[in-house]
């Protein structure tokens, strides 16, 4: 019985608190990571999870367990390292998610670089306009925009970015400039439904939040078509600034009301490993690291 693998299907299990989801983690199949449990329950004489219909949770003895296999884990994984050496070059497969616009202006550079820096690695890129569960899908970095909620994850904050209003130049010259919110309602807007599902902007001066309904006259589903049609001259839009920072670095759009912005966003990179992450995933991490934080638009 190989009890390191064992420790490592109930990790996965009771992380991603299903056997479907740690099946899915390790590549394995559902009966067969049912039995490797049920061989380490029946081994240890102690019932390490609770099921149900819907969902796995570690029993007492389990976490107690379950914290103790966690550092034998990394502890081998950190005896391998060291006996390849810790310069040997990455080598294996890695899933990476991030929102879609910000996975193709900002991650997939990244990913291009560190392919060609380490011919050994191979990378899926899932670029979801979602929050994805990285344990119950497998992913092994993961780039959130926004505040995090309490996790076991890794997370390295690398930038920060927040929603803006904006125009061309164009625009503006024939329409006017707005001074204050409020002076939105009469101006032609620009909305992208992905930003949200109301047409209601906030904004906040000092203490002082508002919020102003805005009757778009030109409603699109995707970012990349409002920016367009700002770009255009069709009216003024909100969008997030790492979405329209190529257009702002350039002077195609110019950004509105800076006084009544709200707070930005932190932008962080999740990984599912800790201090000991292997090769591949800490390259990468450190690759994708160096450049948002290097990136002006992110900071």
């Known amino acids: 019985m190989d009890r390191l693998h064992l420790m490592s299907v109930f990790v996965a299990v009771a992380e991603s608190e299903s056997f ?9 199949s559902p009966p067969a990571v049912t039995r490797a449990v049920a061989a380490l329950e029946a081994h ?12 796995v949770r570690v029993t007492e003895a389990g976490q107690r367990y379950l914290d103790d296999a966690r550092r034998v884990i990394a502890a081998a994984d ?33 990913i291009v670089d560190y392919l060609q820096r380490y011919p050994g690695t191979e990378v899926a890129a899932m670029l979801l306009d979602r929050v994805v569960n990285l344990l119950e899908e497998g992913v092994d970095v993961g780039i959130r925009i926004g505040e995090l909620a309490d996790s076991s994850f890794k997370a390295l904050r690398v930038g920060q970015v927040g929603r803006v209003v904006c125009a061309a130049p164009a625009y503006l010259a024939a329409h006017g400039t707005p001074a204050t919110p409020a002076e939105l309602a009469s101006h032609t807007i620009v909305a992208a439904s992905a930003i949200g599902p109301t047409a209601e902007w906030r904004f906040l001066r000092g203490d002082a939040a508002s919020a102003v309904r805005v009757a778009p006259r030109l409603t699109v589903t995707t970012n990349d078509a409002a920016i367009e049609a700002t770009v ?11 979405q329209v920072a190529p257009q702002l670095a ?11 912005e709200p707070p930005r966003m932190p932008v962080h990179i999740l990984h599912r490993e800790g201090r000991h992450a292997s090769a591949k995933i800490r390259s990468f991490v450190d690759l994708m690291a160096t450049r948002l934080r290097n990136d002006p638009s992110l900071n």
Request: proline share 4%.
């Open 78 to 110: 950190e005896a391998d390292e060291a006996a390849v050496g810790l310069n040997a070059a990455p080598r294996g497969h890695i899933t990476v998610t991030a929102p879609v616009m910000f996975g193709r202006l900002y991650v997939m550079p990244g």
């Open 232 to 242: 255009r001259g069709l009216g003024i839009s909100r969008l997030m600034s790492y």
């Open 250 to 260: 350039s002077g195609e759009l110019v950004l509105l009301l800076r006084d009544f």
């Open 20 to 28: 479907a989801g740690g099946a899915r983690r390790l590549a394995m």
């Open 44 to 55: 240890l004489g102690v019932k390490l999870l609770n099921r149900t219909t819907r969902h």
